[in-house]
């Protein structure tokens, strides 16, 4: 069965700062990995996916996250977080395009000035 | 519609009372998945249909859950006899496609209904 780790549950960052997510996952085959955000009150939006390829995938909102098979990870990025970043940030892995989903635990982030 | 909406936003329910919850997905959409997202956790998965069949129904938590889409369109989550652990935002989606098929394996989400049972 897939899982997703997400090991932070908050992090505290100083606007524009740099921002780095961790997330594992476990799954025996390729998977289709996903990074969502979810603002107070808001529905899921996707911020970037992997499938195959470049294993540095570019997302909205200036995200990345690279995978490393190696390491089971697949950890998000911002280079510089500004304070409309704060919101929580979940990782997914599916075993297909258009399939169920497997949803890791989240990490609120908490944007200081 | 343009987007997956969802209704009630929100509701308020006294244990042992039913509720019905509506997607309305976005239009021409085949396939719908429920998630149920309780405080402080990620979505977890509740059930899947293709078309007006249910596919997999395996993430419903107890016999009190029960889904439909009868016309393949609007799909109702219905919960019987709701109980205090019901109580978390219920979430539609369905995946977006490509112009030339296939799906891109985006999901689009709902706002989500919050259901509170007393």
């Known amino acids: ?113 | 519609g343009a987007g997956v909406s969802q209704s009630p936003r929100y509701k308020v329910a006294k244990r042992g009372q039913d509720v019905a919850l509506r997607c309305d997905p976005i239009s021409g959409h085949v396939s719908l998945f429920w998630y149920q997202q309780a405080l402080g956790q990620g979505p977890e998965f509740l059930t899947y249909f293709q078309n007006e069949a249910q596919l997999d129904k395996s993430g419903l938590p107890s016999d009190r859950f029960f889904a439909e889409r009868p016309e393949g369109s609007v799909s109702t989550l219905k919960i019987q006899r709701t109980q205090q652990e019901d109580s978390a935002v219920y979430l539609c989606a369905s995946p977006s496609y490509k112009t030339s098929g296939g799906a891109t394996g985006e999901l689009f989400f709902g706002e989500g209904s919050r259901l509170t049972v007393l």
């Open chain 1, 1 to 113: 069965a897939q899982s997703v780790t997400q090991p932070d549950i908050h992090i505290t960052v100083s606007e524009g700062a740099s921002l780095e997510l961790r997330c594992n996952y476990s799954y025996g085959a390729t998977p289709y990995l996903f990074w969502y955000v979810q603002s107070p009150g808001q529905g899921l939006q996707l911020l970037l996916k992997y499938f195959s390829g470049d294993t540095l995938v570019q997302g909205i909102k200036g995200f990345e996250a690279e995978f490393k098979r190696s390491q089971s990870s697949f950890n998000l990025r911002k280079p510089s977080v500004h304070w409309s970043d704060a919101a929580e940030y979940f990782c997914a892995v599916g075993k297909a395009a258009g399939n169920k989903l497997t949803f890791g635990g989240g990490t609120r982030v908490l944007v200081k000035p």
